[in-house]
């Protein structure tokens, strides 16, 4: 069963700019999570999608947003970047009863 | 506001020691624990979780504690191999569906051969 992919793998933007990061969940899944990991800070958690439904959100401002199709594949969005939104972005997939989490390889984000 | 911590940054072994990585946690409301393993350029997977019903969950080499009263767990690693060398991450969660995952903030743990 193939993992969960997450594309661009690698992503240069300079501030202003806003991005937007891909996730297919592993087959069968239909719980999306984002996560934004910094050194020191481990994973802070975006939001959950579930069935094209945001079910959970962290703390994060309005410039991140995200979203989940009907193939249960979600997209996160970033406007108006900033230094400090350099990072990897992870996203994870579940199954929607269970709490095991299955995470993609991340997108490295640098904001220049 | 930090639910989940890790307070030790990085953890040094010797190969075929025993590795004891430790977290601790703020929200009583959490019930259900889990360690993730994240090696560089790849994501975390999943290493092993527990309950709060239980005290101890164990799968070959990995053992997690949890000491609810104290809000503390640890993951034990017994004998350390230099192929555990990773972050572990520490996570908590109310319920085991549908409730967001909080994650600690990792341990950098480095096993020498």
């Known amino acids: 069963k193939a993992g969960v992919t997450q594309t661009p793998r690698y992503l240069i933007k300079t501030r202003g700019q806003q991005v937007t990061l891909s996730c297919s969940p592993i087959?069968?899944?239909?719980?999306v999570s984002w996560y934004q990991q910094t050194p020191g800070q481990g994973l802070q958690f975006l939001f959950e999608?579930?069935?094209?439904?945001?079910?959970n959100k962290g703390n994060f401002p309005g410039r991140f947003s995200g979203r989940q199709f009907s193939n249960s594949r979600s997209e996160m969005n970033v406007s108006t970047l900033e230094l400090g939104d350099s990072a990897l972005y992870l996203c994870?997939?579940?199954?929607?009863?269970?709490?095991?989490?299955?995470f993609g390889p991340g997108t490295r984000l640098t904001v220049l | 506001d930090q639910q989940v911590k890790q307070n030790s940054p990085s953890l040094s072994v010797q190969e075929g020691r025993i590795s004891i990585l430790n977290c601790d946690y703020t929200?009583?409301?959490?019930?259900?624990f889990l360690w993730y393993k994240k090696y560089p350029a790849e994501g975390p997977t999943f290493l092993i979780s527990?309950?709060?019903?239980?005290d101890k969950n164990e799968d070959g080499r990995f053992t997690v504690f949890l000491n609810k009263s104290a809000k503390h767990l640890s993951l034990h690693i017994v004998p350390s191999q230099p192929g555990d060398s990773a972050v572990y991450f520490c996570?908590?969660?109310?319920?085991?569906?549908?409730?967001?995952?909080?994650f600690g903030a990792g341990t950098r743990l480095f096993v020498k051969a």
């Open positions: 087959s069968g899944h239909r719980s």
């Open positions: 996570a908590a969660s109310e319920g085991t569906g549908g409730f967001k995952t909080i």
């Open positions: 527990i309950s709060s019903i239980k």
């Open positions: 999608y579930f069935s094209e439904t945001q079910r």
């Open positions: 929200n009583s409301m959490f019930d259900y």
């Open positions: 994870a997939s579940r199954r929607g009863g269970t709490d095991t989490q299955y």
